[in-house]
């Protein structure tokens, strides 16, 4: 038989052998072998300490590289099945019409700085930047579309657990929450500085979003207007209508409920997840169509309403789809761990999640809410959020400091630009964007 060491590596793998064995303490095979490899004297003590857990580190270098090759050939086997799948027609049709896009498996960019797990993320409304907050107490700024890290927010004091851009009329401000019981304001045109710090909440803050009208926070906290009572647990997280009109919230009651926003007195009660819920989204009105049909309605609502369906994801592994009555109309089964984070797609035809089994899935809301497509190993560990860049309309005059809006009035609709960029976060510590 060949030999397929060199006569170095041979000795060294010898020698690696007795000081492992010697280290374990099975001295009789060491001797053994020693005899048999005529190694005398010349392997000594300090010799078997240069020699020892080098086996080990060995070993556990070849299993960590399989581990790696594993994860290759799968990315290997999605993406050329993402191939096999495109045809010309098809490929032209998704460069031309933004409504039909979806992330690819492959992120355009890895973002890597954060020194523990990523609990958030959020788009700038305009300009290409990113807010990601973590476990480490910062935020980070990124230029989403160079990949680069532009600047490190320090204040929090614990983890931080929430970020979201918005603001008053002509301006927007980066608003972010944390187990430290604050919510901090920071001011992008000037450098991010923090100008102002809200306290009121007696534990973590758990998750902020700013309305679009009028602008401000909703947050039980100095200089609010309103806070709501109703949920008897934790609540996880919080999202409003595209108008700032509704509010959907939902926790460890595992029951979501809609809020008005101005009065503070709650909709409708959505009763369903057999466990804590973790994310919940308004549709925007781009979907009703797509889910009245799913609903058995004969015709869907009408755009200008900002509160009609609502998805949930929870952690008993589903995503429930609810109309604002609180009637449910489907159940989307196929994570295999806990649903961490929703976002509708602005063309209104998909819905994707994020979940702890490390996927992104999509579903498509045109075929019964069809999984159309899963991209495994999104990261090496938990997905925790997903946020997709807003939609910018041009040529629009500005109303509360924003040209966004998911959910597009009729006359606006032919100066949006839907932007195919989303943002995940992870337990790994990195945040990745996958753009077209």
């Known amino acids: 038989m060949s030999r397929i060491l060199t006569p170095g590596?041979?000795?060294?793998?010898?020698?690696?052998?007795?000081?492992?064995?010697?280290?374990?303490n099975l001295s009789k095979s060491a001797t053994a072998l020693r005899e048999e490899l005529n190694i005398g004297d010349s392997f000594s003590a300090a010799t078997s300490n240069?020699?020892?857990?080098?086996?080990?580190?060995?070993?556990?270098?070849?299993?960590?590289?399989?581990?790696?090759?594993?994860?290759?050939?799968?990315?290997?086997?999605?993406?050329?099945?993402?191939?096999d799948s495109i045809t010309p027609?098809?490929?032209?049709?998704?460069?031309?019409?933004?409504t039909s896009w979806l992330p690819g498996s492959r992120a355009r960019h890895t973002l890597r700085?954060?020194?523990?797990?990523?609990?958030?993320?959020?788009?700038?409304?305009?300009?290409?930047?990113?807010?990601?907050?973590?476990?480490?107490?910062?935020?980070?700024?990124?230029?989403?579309?160079?990949?680069?890290?532009?600047?490190?927010?320090?204040?929090?004091?614990?983890a931080v657990t929430d970020v979201d851009f918005g603001g008053p009329k002509g301006r927007t401000l980066l608003a972010s929450c944390s187990t430290d019981l604050t919510v901090k304001l920071w001011d992008p045109s000037n450098d991010y500085t923090n100008i102002r710090t809200l306290f009121g909440h007696d534990h973590s803050v758990s998750a902020l979003r700013f309305l679009s009208s009028p602008g401000n926070l909703l947050v039980s906290a100095r200089y609010c207007v309103k806070t709501i009572r109703g949920h008897n647990d934790w609540v996880r997280d919080v999202s409003p209508s595209f108008d700032g009109k509704w509010l959907v919230s939902g926790g460890n009651e595992r029951t979501a409920m809609i809020w008005d926003a101005l009065s503070g007195e709650a909709k409708a009660t959505l009763i369903g997840h057999e466990n804590f819920i973790e994310c919940c989204a308004f549709a925007p009105p781009a979907?009703?169509?797509?889910?009245?049909?799913?609903?058995?309605?004969?015709?869907?609502?009408?755009?200008?309403?900002?509160?009609e369906f609502v998805a949930t994801g929870a952690r008993d592994k589903s995503i429930k789809i609810w109309?604002?009555?609180?009637?449910?109309?489907?159940?989307?089964?196929?994570?295999?761990?806990?649903?961490?984070?929703?976002?509708?797609?602005?063309?209104?035809?998909?819905?994707?999640?994020?979940?702890?089994?490390?996927?992104?899935?999509?579903?498509?809301?045109?075929?019964?809410?069809?999984?159309?497509?899963?991209?495994?190993?999104?990261?090496?560990?938990?997905?925790?959020?997903?946020?997709?860049?807003?939609?910018?309309?041009?040529?629009?005059?500005?109303?509360?400091?924003?040209?966004?809006?998911?959910?597009?009035?009729?006359?606006?609709?032919?100066?949006?630009?839907?932007?195919?960029?989303?943002?995940?976060?992870?337990?790994d510590s990195y945040v990745r964007v996958f753009v077209t």
């Open 89 to 98: 027609a098809s490929l032209s049709k998704q460069n031309q019409d933004p």
């Open 287 to 307: 979907s009703y169509g797509h889910l009245a049909t799913l609903a058995g309605r004969k015709k869907p609502p009408p755009s200008s309403s900002s509160a």
């Open 323 to 427: 109309d604002v009555q609180g009637a449910l109309i489907k159940t989307l089964i196929g994570h295999d761990n806990w649903v961490r984070g929703l976002v509708f797609h602005p063309g209104g035809k998909y819905l994707i999640s994020a979940g702890d089994d490390k996927t992104l899935r999509c579903w498509d809301l045109s075929q019964e809410g069809k999984l159309v497509k899963t991209l495994e190993g999104v990261h090496e560990r938990f997905v925790s959020c997903i946020r997709w860049a807003p939609t910018v309309v041009n040529d629009v005059p500005e109303e509360d400091g924003e040209r966004t809006n998911t959910a597009l009035k009729k006359e606006d609709a032919g100066k949006a630009k839907i932007r195919c960029a989303i943002a995940t976060g992870c337990v």
């Open 9 to 24: 590596q041979t000795e060294e793998l010898h020698k690696s052998i007795i000081a492992y064995l010697t280290s374990t």
């Open 113 to 158: 700085s954060h020194r523990q797990p990523i609990t958030c993320v959020a788009f700038h409304p305009i300009f290409s930047s990113l807010a990601s907050g973590s476990e480490d107490f910062t935020i980070k700024i990124w230029d989403w579309e160079l990949g680069e890290l532009e600047r490190t927010l320090k204040g929090h004091t614990r």
């Open 50 to 83: 240069k020699y020892e857990g080098l086996l080990e580190k060995k070993w556990t270098s070849v299993v960590r590289l399989q581990k790696k090759i594993m994860g290759l050939e799968s990315t290997i086997a999605s993406l050329q099945a993402e191939l």
